[in-house]
């Protein structure tokens, strides 16, 4: 409420987000990359505005950056949790990249690494780079106040990177470990003013 008030801060985000939250309460797998991606729109790129909102930015470039940093980072998150609920019996990954391979939610539960289960993660994981890269060629119209809202896409780069060099194996060790490297990559963007 101090927040609100204080940065003057627009309630429907905040609506759009425990609204989408109440809706996914039901823990089941998305349909398809559409359900994600509409999930993460109303929860990340809701933070994401409300943050420019907080950073004083109020333009349609940053927030056209944003729906897609948020779509990418909703993507990633979904992707980066797949191993955590697998082995408690769930899996939120979209059903019609799964069929599409013939991979069922059994194989993720059981942690298999074939091709077929690879193929399903690379699928959605190049998904969350489309959207990256979509906010991306923005940058140029997006306000350079905007660009700290949109540092979270170091951390996104990262575990994209991590997951091309283990082929795309989920459930990997090294993806669960912390990038002793992010901060650094997190300096060299913002001193070079980039997102």
């Known amino acids: 409420f101090q927040a609100v008030k204080r940065h003057n801060l627009t309630k429907m985000w905040f609506m759009k987000i ?6 996914n309460l039901d823990d089941r797998a998305y349909r398809n990359i559409q359900e994600l991606e509409t999930y993460a729109e109303n929860t990340q790129s809701a933070l994401l505005y409300l943050t420019l909102e907080m950073l004083g930015v109020r333009d349609i470039h940053a927030d056209h950056a944003a729906s897609h940093v948020g779509k990418a980072q909703g993507i990633v998150t979904c992707l980066r949790a797949t191993p955590y609920h697998s082995t408690r019996q769930k ?3 979209p059903m019609d990249i799964c069929m599409l391979h013939g991979v069922s939610q059994e194989d993720f ?9 690879r193929d399903v993660i690379y699928d959605v994981a190049s998904q969350a780079h489309i959207h990256l890269e979509h906010a ?6 997006v306000p350079v106040k905007a660009y700290p809202a949109f540092f979270c896409t170091v951390a996104l780069d990262d575990y994209l990177y991590s997951m091309r060099k283990v082929d795309f194996n989920v459930f990997h060790p090294s ?6 490297l992010l901060p650094l990559h997190l300096y060299i963007r913002s001193w070079k003013k980039t997102y």
């Open 18 to 23: 425990i609204d989408e939250r109440e809706k």
């Open 175 to 180: 993806l669960q470990r912390k990038s002793m």
């Open 91 to 93: 899996v939120f990954l």
């Open 109 to 117: 539960i059981r942690g298999k690494q074939e091709k077929n289960v």
């Open 136 to 141: 991306r060629s923005f940058s140029k119209k």
